[in-house]
């Protein structure tokens, strides 16, 4: 099925916040009624995680004519469960590092505030992370419109953690900072770089990806309570094996659940840069309100104000977000230039200053009547000109260049 | 496996319908409208030459392709 391109990254996206807010409202149950304990949280959740992908994986990976169940579902690129591949390695050792520390983090705040929409929103800020590293990683200066629209989803995300009680807490505000946000943003660069690399000249999988993930991340999680447990003389490794046995089920599910959660989210940056994918699942704050009040319905968290400013926060900081989203996506150029070298002039040279332009996405060497395709994506026309027309006017073996801007665009999912 | 690049010039009015036919073809990884020289600029991968032949044939056989220039893909670096 073709479907255009930006359609199945919203929808990747969005269905990834969904899932995100329905793990928040469990992970809220689970932690003030059965595991109230965060570090052990955390491990049984790495612990539990490992045997539910595992099983999910197995099951993906049924053949049904010829294709793995997974690839027919979840992801095209799926064919089965496999090992680690020693490339992969390096890429999953930080982003493990990252899961296990974010998700520590995230359980202690929950821990602290019980509310899930008031939770998920500060985590939003790292939005302006990932653009500030993207620029240096991905020889992308982020554009106006970039940050504007970072900044927007920000401030939104940040209205929208004033909590519907009132209530503002600083040492959320530390915790997420300085853990959970420098621990996402290694995550999400991470994972993105393991969902571009090719396995077996094929995309690799986000199945894949996910449980390995969740391998790593358990390791490394053990490793965190260990030291912890070792410097203060607690036992919450312990807790945690204790608490996977005595509530396998409630932690089996919100893993089973932000299994599915991670896939898309993977598969989405996959397609868009981090920054944006992360401001689309800013989205996740917007629906967990309404779990945030089927909990405080039950009594598991306090009972929301009637405060007409709350309120009215509560909305202003929900259109910030989606607005910001809808700038996000309005503002994307991307063109094809058909290029044209004199002869006498290295292919992999050129090839080279080619790739090095700032906003180029794909170079590729052909034969027929052009010598060079290029693929660009830039914010704004005037960015695509002073930086990249420049740039190719300054590259001597090019003889002549064509610049096509894509209209519209359909891709094979 | 053989990337290759279908750049498609199409006569005036019949953009619309001949891209529906190119969705429902195989071997098409993606289709892109554009602005210049180009009308539709199709990216497919085949197994072999011969089966680029023939998609390309396919695509000439739509309604309102006037003229194909095909770009095999020799080497590629992409994000």
């Known amino acids: ?413 | 496996m053989i990337n290759a690049y279908i750049l498609t010039i199409m006569r005036p009015g019949q953009t619309d319908r001949a891209i529906k036919e190119m969705r429902k073809l195989g071997n098409i990884e993606k289709i892109s409208v554009v602005a210049g020289e180009y009308d539709i600029v199709i990216r497919v991968r085949v197994k072999s030459l011969g089966n680029l032949l023939k998609v390309t044939d396919k695509i000439q056989l739509i309604d309102g392709v006037k003229k194909t220039t095909t770009q095999v893909i020799e080497k590629e670096l992409a994000l």
């Open chain 1, 1 to 413: 099925m073709k479907i255009r391109r930006k359609y199945l990254f919203y929808i990747l996206a969005f269905t990834s916040a969904i899932i995100a807010a329905g793990v928040a409202a469990i992970d809220a149950v689970i932690s003030s009624v059965y595991i109230p304990n965060s570090l052990a949280f955390s491990f049984s959740c790495f612990l539990v995680g490992t045997l539910i992908s595992l099983l999910i994986l197995l099951i993906f990976s049924i053949p049904i004519k010829g294709k793995s169940l997974g690839s027919k579902i979840i992801d095209p690129s799926f064919k089965r469960l496999r090992l680690v591949r020693k490339e992969e390695i390096k890429y999953h050792i930080p982003a493990g590092i990252g899961n296990a520390i974010l998700t520590i983090g995230y359980l202690s705040l929950l821990s602290i505030f019980g509310d899930p929409s008031t939770v998920l929103p500060f985590s939003q800020i790292v939005i302006l992370y990932l653009v500030l590293i993207e620029s240096i990683t991905e020889k992308n200066i982020p554009t106006l419109s970039e940050i504007q629209s970072s900044v927007i989803v920000t401030f939104g995300a940040m209205l929208g953690s004033i909590s519907l009680t009132g209530i503002i807490n600083l040492e959320s505000l530390a915790i997420v900072f300085l853990v959970i946000n420098p621990a996402w943003v290694m995550f999400s660069i991470y994972q993105r770089k393991l969902k571009m690399m090719k396995i077996d000249k094929h995309p690799n999988d986000a199945l894949n990806i996910r449980f390995w993930n969740v391998i790593f991340a358990c390791l490394f999680t053990a490793i965190v309570v260990f030291i912890y447990d070792f410097i203060m003389g607690t036992s919450h490794i312990l807790g945690g094996i204790t608490a996977s046995i005595e509530h396998f089920g409630w932690v089996a599910l919100t893993m089973g659940v932000t299994f599915f959660s991670y896939v898309f989210y993977i598969r989405a940056l996959g397609i868009g840069k981090a920054s944006v994918t992360q401001a689309v699942r800013a989205s996740t704050f917007l629906f967990a309100i309404p779990f945030s009040l089927m909990l405080s319905y039950f009594n598991i968290i306090p009972p929301f104000s009637t405060d007409p400013i709350m309120i009215l926060i509560k909305m202003i900081s929900t259109i910030l977000v989606i607005l910001g989203i809808v700038s996000f996506a309005l503002t994307l150029i991307k063109a094809y230039v058909f290029i044209n070298t004199k002869p006498g002039y290295p292919i992999e040279e050129i090839m080279q200053k080619l790739w090095e332009i700032g906003g180029v996405t794909r170079v590729t060497a052909t034969a027929g009547y052009y010598d060079f395709i290029v693929k660009i994506r830039t914010r704004t026309l005037v960015k695509g000109y002073e930086k990249i027309i420049r740039k190719l006017d300054e590259i001597e073996a090019i003889k002549e260049y064509k610049w096509e801007s894509v209209l519209k665009e359909w891709e094979n999912i």
